[in-house]
């Protein structure tokens, strides 16, 4: 964007460059597109529709792909339904966008808006992490795709073509041709544009945490946190595992925060407080403990960001207290939280957060009550305790009407009186809140049968003491006010769970097996260093894409659990499905599915054409299922005599239950799967399934179209896909060259928004943040072999790079 010498920029004719890049990129896109739908098999007009219409708008309002291409970016792909892996909805939209936007540029582009220095510039360091990047891509990107393979429908089947190369390549490209636009409309437009990346962003964080919470309310339920179930939302890309939903979680989050900040109305403060109430779920649902450390990372960034800001410590004084006795403070209401689930589980933890609430509110009450006051208030609380008794012994859910009663009047006798400014007396508040903590202790006694009540007796305690300490203080610890009511809530909110999920009898096991999961995992950073040899190797990697296939290769007996292959040309075509080359575990084995209607009956009815090399059994079954975990399953089975030659067979089920008949609320999917058991191959052709309708529930079951329809997923084992580490896959796939240019961006990034004056920048701490959370998330996944990922990694980068404080 222009500086203020751009007052006049009305008259100023557009620079030569933006133009033809835009002409460039609007051909080439449109190109892309032109071949993406060609080749795409679901809805095709449907598709066109919406994609016309995205394109539209971005000319018209070149601003709006800010917003939309984040919003969307968890949703967009359908690649457990349309079967294809190598170009997906994603890129189909990222297209779009550069299709309206360069031919926007190209003939009418935006006006300049701005006045003054806009946040963002084009620097030499910039360019030149982005330049090396660019040339590390191009060089182990000519090594990932050599040799060329036919380029036919075999080649699109798995991760094992050199053509994965341009799959784990177009992220990269796709970002480099998208960063010109972003950093012109943000020198165009400046903070606006800014807060249209801070909004697209946090959109992406609330659309990929709704996919994540339908998918826990579906399958193992929203408050079962004892299942090995881990959400996966609408990452296809998990199905060989990987972090691509917490990436993007970890990534995207910080920018909710500040989104919050910059809240403005009511209604804006709300929605960001849902938001970031449903991420943190997702966040904490995720059951991984990198996630969590991510989650501290970042938090850790931001709050040394807001202590090097100029007044970013404040001390003790007009009641907001010091930082470190805040710190406290939360700790220990989240302490007393922790103490009433372990006595008296959801519920009366959410007994004692309403109880925290309570205490914050009337905090302001009871700052400089005498003594007095206290003790009268504290017996009458206690006598209060007296038909709390009767109730918890007489009536049906009594802890919790008796409970509901005491803490509903204290809420009612608090906001009234901080709304009029007229506190009520110190007596009463005391006594209201002893008898609502006293409560609270029924309520964990009652759900917990009496079992531990001095857990919970603590936690009241604890409360407790430290309204007596506000009392007692000199300066109120706290000055209680209704518009900050939310940053409580937020903190119980995800404090709690943080205590549910790491309460859980699952996560504790995870918990229990870290060293046992490290060992294995250095053993695989291991393997995975020793398939480099070579100089040239060592120096530019194995080629982008090129780790799946050379794992399977290199590593001797490495666990594979099996591999697909389209065989035959036009009019014979045939899928080999292999089973497993030596089994790690029980059900880890690679698995080729189709989508299913979710209303299919039973019983149902295969038909399928095979042939085995070796005696193996293969298996069909019908699941309920998302992406990696099968709940419901039928099963038919049939014994294939190696070396039989074609065998026209047809089974019926002769496993499974009712249960799959119901796809419950809301909706589970459901998929076919086909998998081998044994170390054979088997020929499969013309798959055919029928339910108890009669209703045929499989499409290019004789995989004349290639893959088309047909996924694949390994639900357990992962190891054969991924480095486990973006530095190790940097180092595979892109060498010492291209390991130090990802170690250089982001120190470069972390040192440009740690200096002065851009650490002053409102966006710096969440970009800083955003790349810590992520980065630590890379120490156990590759991350860059999943384009999405990393397109947004690489716009952060940018911004980060880019960024500035302008002058005032």
């Known amino acids: 964007m222009a500086s203020a010498a751009h007052s006049n920029a009305g008259r100023l004719h557009p620079a030569i460059g933006p133009r033809l890049y835009g002409s460039l990129m609007a051909l080439l896109a449109l190109a892309g597109l032109v071949g993406w739908f060609l080749l795409y098999p679901l809805d095709r007009w449907l598709a066109a529709a919406l994609l016309a219409t995205y394109a539209a708008l971005v000319v018209f309002r070149p601003a709006s792909c800010l917003l939309i291409l984040p919003m969307l970016w968890p949703l967009v792909d359908l690649a457990p339904w349309s079967g294809h892996i190598y170009l997906n909805e994603s890129d189909a939209l990222v297209l779009a966008t550069l299709f309206g936007l360069g031919l926007r540029e190209s003939l009418a582009p935006p006006p300049v808006t701005l006045t003054g220095r806009a946040p963002a510039k084009l620097k030499l ?109 609408l990452f296809w890309e998990m199905h060989v595992g990987g972090a691509a939903l917490d990436a993007w979680l970890c990534l995207s989050f910080p920018f909710c925060l500040l989104y919050l900040r910059m809240a403005r109305s009511t209604a804006a403060r709300v929605a960001a407080l849902v938001v970031i109430a449903v991420g943190s779920y997702a966040l904490f649902t995720t059951f991984s403990r990198i996630v969590y450390a991510a989650v501290f990372a970042s938090a850790a960034v931001m709050g040394l960001m807001a202590l090097l800001r100029p007044g970013g410590v404040r001390s003790a004084s007009g009641g907001r207290g010091s930082l470190v006795v805040l710190a406290l403070l939360a700790g220990g209401a989240l302490g007393a939280c922790l103490l009433s689930f372990q006595s008296g589980g959801y519920r009366g933890m959410g007994a004692f957060a309403g109880l925290v609430v309570l205490a914050y509110l009337g905090g302001g009450s009871l700052h400089g009550a005498r003594a007095g006051q206290l003790i009268i208030g504290g017996l009458a609380g206690l006598a209060l305790a007296g038909p709390s008794l009767l109730a918890a012994w007489w009536v049906p859910k009594g802890p919790y009407l008796i409970y509901g009663l005491s803490a509903g009047v204290a809420l009612w006798l608090l906001v009234n009186g901080l709304r009029r400014q007229t506190p009520p007396a110190p007596a009463l508040v005391t006594a209201l809140l002893v008898w609502t903590a006293l409560n609270a202790v029924l309520v964990c006694a009652h759900w917990g049968e009496g079992a531990r009540v001095p857990e919970a007796l603590l936690a009241a305690g604890m409360v407790l003491a430290v309204l007596v300490t506000q009392s007692a203080s000199p300066r109120p610890l706290w000055v209680p006010q209704l518009h900050r009511l939310h940053v409580v809530g937020g903190v119980l909110v995800v404090g709690g769970m943080v205590i549910s999920t790491l309460g859980s009898y699952y996560m504790g096991s995870r918990l229990a097996a870290t060293g046992d999961d490290l060992h294995s995992r250095t053993t695989h950073f291991a393997h995975g260093l020793g398939m480099v040899r070579g100089a040239d190797a060592v120096l530019f990697g194995l080629g982008l894409g090129r780790y799946p296939d050379s794992y399977f290769w290199k590593v001797p007996d490495p666990g594979v659990p099996g591999f697909l292959a389209l065989q035959g040309g036009a009019g014979e075509r045939y899928m080999r499905i292999g089973g497993e080359r030596h089994a790690t575990g029980s059900g880890e084995v690679l698995r080729l599915t189709q989508r299913i209607a979710s209303d299919a009956a039973l019983p149902f009815h295969f038909r399928v054409r095979a042939r085995a090399d070796k005696d193996v059994r293969l298996y069909l079954r019908p699941c309920r299922k998302h992406l990696l975990y099968a709940e419901d399953c039928v099963t038919a089975a049939a014994d294939l005599k190696g070396g039989s030659g074609w065998q026209d067979l047809e089974l019926k089920q002769w496993t499974g239950g009712e249960g799959f008949a119901r796809p419950g609320w809301p909706p589970r999917p459901a998929s076919l799967s086909i998998h081998v058991d044994g170390r054979g191959q088997v020929d499969v052709d013309d798959v055919q399934a029928f339910d108890g309708q009669l209703r045929p529930l499989l499409r290019n079951g004789d995989f004349e179209r290639g893959v ?84 947004m990694i690489m716009l952060v980068l940018w911004l980060s790079l880019s960024l500035r404080q302008p002058s005032q």
């Open 125 to 233: 360091a910039a360019l030149g992490v982005f330049g090396l990047l660019a040339v590390s891509v191009a060089v182990s990107g000519a090594r990932g795709l050599s040799p060329l393979p036919a380029l036919d429908a075999a080649a699109l089947v798995g991760y094992g073509s050199t053509l994965n190369a341009l799959r784990v390549g177009k992220g990269f490209v796709l970002a480099f041709a998208l960063i010109p636009f972003i950093h012109l409309a943000i020198r165009r437009d400046g903070e606006i544009a800014l807060g249209r990346i801070v909004s697209g962003f946090t959109f992406g964080f609330a659309t990929c945490a709704v996919a994540a919470l339908w998918e826990r309310m579906s399958f193992p339920g929203l408050t079962n946190f004892a299942s090995d179930y881990r959400s996966t939302a």
């Open 708 to 791: 088309d329809y047909w996924f694949f997923s390994s639900d357990r084992d992962h190891l054969p896909w991924h480095a486990k580490n973006i530095f190790v896959h940097s180092y595979v796939e892109q060498g010492l060259f291209g390991l130090a240019t990802l170690v250089l961006a982001l120190l470069a990034a972390a040192a440009h928004l740690l200096r002065a004056p851009t650490r002053l920048h409102p966006l710096a701490p969440v970009l800083l943040a955003s790349l810590a959370g992520v980065t630590t998330v890379g120490l156990v996944d590759s991350l860059l072999d999943m384009p999405r990922i990393t397109l």
